[in-house]
């Protein structure tokens, strides 16, 4: 699992973050959605869960909530 922080979000429900290694990469709306997020802003830290390279799921820190 990979951290880093939301660095954009877009009008479809994607997001862009920073990983901590600082490379962007691109989260798609589905992974967004699938990490249970309704509102994900700038500046939040996240986990990235990826199967076969693909980002499927963004999730908040462990006990964070998704607000």
């Known amino acids: 699992m990979e951290q880093a922080t939301v660095h954009t979000v877009g009008?479809?429900?994607s997001?862009?973050?920073?990983?901590?290694?600082?490379l962007l990469v691109d989260v798609p709306a589905a992974a967004v959605v699938a990490g249970g997020?309704?509102?994900?802003?700038?500046g939040q830290?996240?986990?990235?869960?990826r199967e076969n390279g693909?980002?499927?799921?963004m999730s908040p820190p462990h006990g964070r909530?998704?607000?």
């Open 11 to 13: 009008s479809d429900g």
């Open 15 to 22: 997001a862009t973050v920073l990983r901590d290694d600082g």
């Open 37 to 42: 997020w309704r509102a994900p802003r700038p």
């Open 45 to 49: 830290r996240v986990t990235l869960r």
């Open 54 to 57: 693909v980002v499927v799921g």
């Open 65 to 67: 909530s998704t607000s």
